[in-house]
C-alpha cells in the first residue's frame, strides 16, 4: 500500500524567496516519486521524478527535490520563488514494483502563491 | 500526437443523461489511465488499461461508469445515468509502460470539466 502527505494546503512567499513544499510518503516497495505541478484550468505538468537514481533531482523550472528514505520525504525546494510559480503542487507515489506498481496515489495538493 | 488530448474540455449535462468522455494518448504509448480529481477530493485512480485491456477497474465508483480502449489508442469513459456527484475533472494519462520496477512517468491531458445540472 502506498500514500502520500502534503503537510500544508497552503504556502505562501514572496516573490525572490526560498519555496519549500513538504511531501512525506509510505510505499511497500521502493517507491518512484513525482512533483506534478496545476496551473489554473490548466492540466497536470510533470516537474521532476525520483526512481532510485540519485537522490537529488532536479527538474524544470528551477526546482529540485531530495528523496531521504530515512525521513520517507521527498520535499520541493526552489531557492527564488517567481510570480509564475503560483499554482497547486501535487507530490505523488508509486510503488515501485509489484502488481500496483502502475497506479498513482496523489497528495491532496499544496496551492503556492507568490506575493509580488 | 505530441501530448495527450481529452475532449470535451468541458461539458454541462442534465442529470439522468449519458456522456461519453474521449482520451487520445501519445502515440506508441501501451499504457493509458483515468483519474478523476473532485473539488475538495484530490485526485482518484479510475481505471487503467494496458493495450486494449484493462487489468484494472477497481477505481470505478459505481457501474454506472465504463470505459474501453480500441486499437491500443484511444480510450472513451462512459457515464451512464449522470448525478450531480458525477461533476468533476476527468483526466486521462498515458505512459510507455511501468516494466521492471521503473515507472516511466505519466503524461496527463487538460482534463474534462464534467458538469451536471
Same mark, same amino acid.
Given at each position: 500500500?502506498?500514500?502520500?502527505?502534503?503537510? /500544508?494546503?497552503?504556502?505562501?512567499?514572496? #516573490?525572490?524567496?526560498?519555496?519549500?513544499?513538504?511531501?512525506?510518503?509510505?510505499?511497500?516497495?521502493?517507491?518512484?516519486? !513525482?512533483?506534478?505541478?496545476?496551473?489554473?484550468? $490548466?492540466?497536470?505538468?510533470?516537474?521532476?521524478?525520483?526512481?532510485?537514481?540519485?537522490?537529488?533531482?532536479?527538474?524544470?523550472?528551477? !526546482?529540485?527535490? #531530495? !528523496?531521504?528514505?530515512? #525521513?520517507?520525504? !521527498?520535499?520541493?525546494?526552489?531557492?527564488?520563488?517567481?510570480?509564475? /510559480?503560483?499554482? #497547486?503542487?501535487?507530490?505523488?507515489?508509486? /510503488?515501485?514494483?509489484?502488481?500496483?506498481?502502475?497506479?498513482?496515489?496523489?497528495? $491532496?495538493?499544496?496551492?503556492?502563491?507568490?506575493?509580488? | 500526437?505530441?501530448? @495527450?488530448?481529452?475532449?470535451?474540455?468541458?461539458?454541462? +449535462?442534465?442529470?439522468?443523461?449519458? @456522456?461519453?468522455?474521449?482520451?487520445?494518448?501519445?502515440?506508441?504509448?501501451?499504457?493509458?489511465?483515468?483519474?478523476?480529481?473532485?473539488?475538495?477530493?484530490? %485526485?482518484?485512480? %479510475?481505471?487503467?488499461?494496458?493495450?486494449?485491456?484493462?487489468?484494472?477497474?477497481?477505481? &470505478?465508483?459505481?457501474?454506472?461508469?465504463?470505459?474501453?480502449?480500441?486499437?491500443?489508442?484511444?480510450?472513451?469513459? +462512459?457515464?451512464?445515468?449522470?448525478?450531480?456527484?458525477?461533476?468533476? @475533472?476527468? %483526466?486521462?494519462?498515458?505512459? &510507455?509502460?511501468?516494466?521492471?520496477?521503473?515507472?516511466?512517468?505519466? +503524461?496527463?491531458?487538460?482534463? +474534462?470539466? &464534467?458538469?451536471?445540472?
Amino acid at each position: 500500500a502506498q500514500s502520500v502527505t502534503q503537510l /500544508d494546503s497552503h504556502v505562501s512567499v514572496s #516573490e525572490g524567496t526560498p519555496v519549500l513544499l513538504r511531501c512525506n510518503y509510505s510505499s511497500s516497495y521502493s517507491p518512484s516519486l !513525482f512533483w506534478y505541478v496545476q496551473h489554473p484550468n $490548466k492540466g497536470l505538468q510533470l516537474l521532476l521524478k525520483y526512481t532510485s537514481a540519485a537522490t537529488l533531482v532536479k527538474g524544470i523550472n528551477g !526546482f529540485e527535490a #531530495e !528523496f531521504k528514505k530515512s #525521513e520517507t520525504s !521527498f520535499h520541493l525546494t526552489k531557492p527564488s520563488a517567481h510570480m509564475s /510559480d503560483a499554482a #497547486e503542487y501535487f507530490c505523488v507515489v508509486s /510503488d515501485g514494483a509489484g502488481a500496483g506498481s502502475y497506479q498513482l496515489t496523489f497528495g $491532496k495538493g499544496t496551492k503556492l502563491s507568490v506575493i509580488p | 500526437g505530441a501530448g @495527450v488530448s481529452q475532449s470535451p474540455s468541458n461539458k454541462v +449535462t442534465e442529470k439522468g443523461k449519458d @456522456v461519453e468522455l474521449r482520451c487520445d494518448p501519445i502515440s506508441g504509448h501501451t499504457a493509458l489511465y483515468w483519474y478523476r480529481q473532485s473539488l475538495g477530493q484530490g %485526485l482518484e485512480f %479510475l481505471i487503467y488499461f494496458q493495450g486494449n485491456s484493462a487489468p484494472d477497474k477497481s477505481g &470505478l465508483p459505481s457501474d454506472r461508469f465504463s470505459a474501453e480502449r480500441t486499437g491500443g489508442s484511444v480510450s472513451t469513459l +462512459t457515464i451512464q445515468r449522470t448525478q450531480q456527484e458525477d461533476s468533476a @475533472v476527468y %483526466l486521462c494519462a498515458s505512459s &510507455l509502460g511501468t516494466g521492471g520496477g521503473y515507472n516511466y512517468g505519466y +503524461t496527463f491531458g487538460s482534463g +474534462t470539466r &464534467l458538469t451536471v445540472v
